[in-house]
C-alpha cells in the first residue's frame, strides 16, 4: 500500500427530516447566498424545507446554475458576493451547483483573473481566503458533498476544466434521501453510473497490496449493480434511495483511493464529450468506459479478472476469459441502466471528436493518462474512434 493521507473535514449528515438542522449548522448572524439550479427545487418542496429551515437568518438567492455549471454564470455570483458581503455560500442542487459553488468560495478572494483558476488548475488550501459553505445534496452521483473537487465549462472556449483544493470541502452536507424521489429516471440513471464509474476509475487499474480498498471498491459496485436497476423504477423507496446515496458518496469521497492507484482517463475524455456535445456527464462515462478497457486490455487484465469473478461471479478459464467477460457484463449493466453506449447514438456529428479530443490534449501536455501512464494520444483515438 502506498503512504497516504486521510482529511475529509465535511460534516456528513444523512437521513430523512436532516434539512431541518440547517439552522445549527449554519455561524449565527452569517449573510447566506442561497445557491441552486434551474429550479427543480421549488416543485419538489426542498426550496420550502429550505427556506423554514433559515427562518431568521438574511438570505440572497442566486439561481440559474447549468448543468456542467458555466464560468460566466458563477462569476455574477461572484460580484454578488463582493458586493452584498455574504459571508456563507449554501448549494442546494446536484453536482452542478455544490461545483459551482466550490468555484464561486474560491474565486470571491483570487488575486487575478479568475479564469486563470481554470485554466491553471490552481489549487486552494487556505480555508481563510475562501468563503465557507455547505450543501443541501438533490442529487446522488458526483459525491461532490463530499470531496473538495469541482468541474466547471467556460462557455466561450467549450473547455471543461477541474479545480479543487483541501480548502474547498464542504462544511457540512446534507444528504436526505427523500429528495430522490423526485428525480427524473434519467438522473436516476446518470446517477448510478457516474457513481460506478468514480469506484472503477479507482479500482480497475492493476494488481496492488491494498486489499481492503479493493473490498471496499467492490462492495460499492455490488450494491449499485444490487439497488440501480431497482431505484430507477422505485425512487421513492427509502431503503433503495438511501443506499444509492451513500454509495454515491462513498463512490468519491476519498476513502477508496487512498493507498492505491487510480485511472481518470475516462472522466478526463468523458469531458470533452460533454463540452462538445453537452452529452449527461454519466453518459459519457458509460460511451467511454468499456472501450478504455478494451484498449488497455494488456494493462488492465488482472485487475479485469478479478472484478468479474468477485463481482460477477464470472468462471472463466483463463485471465483473459474472465477479463473479456467482465467488460461484457459491464456493458450489460450500462445498457440495464439506460445508456446508449454508442456516441453515434448522441450525435451525428461525431466524426470531428477524436482529432478535436486529440489536438486538446497535446495543447495542454496530457499526453500520458491513466495508472501507468500509457493512455497515449495514439490510444486516446483508439478509443474515441472504437466509441462512435
Ligand atoms: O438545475 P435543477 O433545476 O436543480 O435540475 C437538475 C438538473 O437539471 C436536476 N435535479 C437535481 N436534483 C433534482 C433534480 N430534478 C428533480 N429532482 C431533484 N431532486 O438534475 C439535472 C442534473 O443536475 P446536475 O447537478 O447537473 O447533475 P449531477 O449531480 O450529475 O452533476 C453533474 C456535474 O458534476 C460534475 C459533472 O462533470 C457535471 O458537471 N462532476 C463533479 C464531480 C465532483 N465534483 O467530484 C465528479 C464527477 O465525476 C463529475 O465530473
Ligand atoms: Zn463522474
Not at 466561450?156 to 483541501?166: D, F, I, R, V
Not at 472503477?200 to 487499474?205: D, P, S, V
Request: glycine share 8%; proline share 4%.
Amino acid at each position: 500500500m502506498t503512504n497516504f493521507d486521510l482529511y475529509n473535514p465535511t460534516n456528513y449528515i444523512f437521513g430523512k427530516g436532516q434539512i431541518a438542522k440547517l439552522s445549527e449548522l449554519i455561524p449565527k448572524n452569517s449573510k447566506i447566498l442561497l445557491a441552486y439550479g434551474g429550479g427543480s427545487i421549488f416543485k419538489n418542496g426542498i426550496y420550502d424545507q429550505v427556506k423554514s429551515a433559515l427562518s431568521g437568518f438574511e438570505i440572497v438567492e442566486f439561481g440559474g446554475i447549468e448543468p456542467n455549471p458555466r464560468f460566466e454564470t458563477l462569476m455574477k455570483a461572484v460580484e454578488i458576493i463582493r458586493n452584498e458581503k455574504i459571508t456563507f455560500i449554501l448549494a442546494v442542487g446536484g453536482g452542478s451547483v455544490i461545483d459551482g459553488v466550490k468555484f464561486i468560495s474560491g474565486a470571491v478572494n483570487f488575486e487575478g483573473d479568475a479564469i486563470e483558476i481554470l485554466k491553471k488548475r490552481v489549487l486552494f488550501k487556505d480555508v481563510s481566503k475562501v468563503i465557507p459553505f455547505g450543501t443541501v445534496l438533490t442529487l446522488p452521483a458526483t459525491g461532490s458533498e463530499m470531496n473538495s473537487g469541482a468541474v466547471v465549462t467556460i462557455e466561450a472556449t467549450q473547455e471543461k476544466l477541474t479545480l479543487g483544493g483541501s480548502a474547498l470541502f464542504p462544511k457540512f452536507s446534507i444528504c436526505d434521501p427523500t429528495v430522490v424521489a423526485s428525480l427524473p429516471k434519467r438522473q436516476l440513471e446518470n446517477g448510478v453510473v457516474d457513481a460506478f464509474t468514480h469506484v472503477m476509475e479507482q479500482y480497475l487499474t492493476y494488481p496492488h497490496d491494498a486489499l481492503l480498498q479493493d473490498r471496499f471498491a467492490e462492495s460499492i459496485l455490488q450494491t449499485l449493480i444490487e439497488i440501480g436497476p431497482d431505484v430507477v423504477k422505485n425512487p421513492s423507496d427509502y431503503k433503495l434511495a438511501s443506499n444509492f446515496m451513500w454509495c454515491a458518496t462513498m463512490a468519491l469521497n476519498g476513502l477508496i483511493q487512498k493507498g492505491v492507484p487510480s485511472d481518470w482517463a475516462t472522466h478526463m475524455i468523458g469531458h470533452e464529450l460533454t463540452a462538445l456535445y453537452e452529452i449527461d456527464h454519466a453518459r459519457t462515462l458509460a460511451i467511454i468506459g468499456p472501450n478504455l478497457y478494451r484498449v488497455l486490455f494488456e494493462t488492465k487484465k488482472e485487475k479485469l479478472a478479478q472484478y468479474g469473478e468477485r463481482v460477477w461471479n464470472v468462471d472463466g478459464k483463463s485471465i483473459e476469459e474472465k477479463a473479456t467477460q467482465a467488460i461484457e457484463k459491464t456493458v450489460e449493466f450500462l445498457h440495464k441502466m439506460g445508456m446508449d453506449t454508442k456516441l453515434s447514438n448522441y450525435t451525428s456529428d461525431y466524426e470531428k471528436s477524436a482529432d478535436f479530443i486529440v489536438d486538446r490534449f497535446e495543447e495542454r501536455g496530457w499526453k500520458a493518462m491513466g495508472e501507468k501512464q500509457n493512455i497515449t494520444l495514439e490510444k486516446v483515438r483508439q478509443i474515441v474512434e472504437m466509441s462512435y
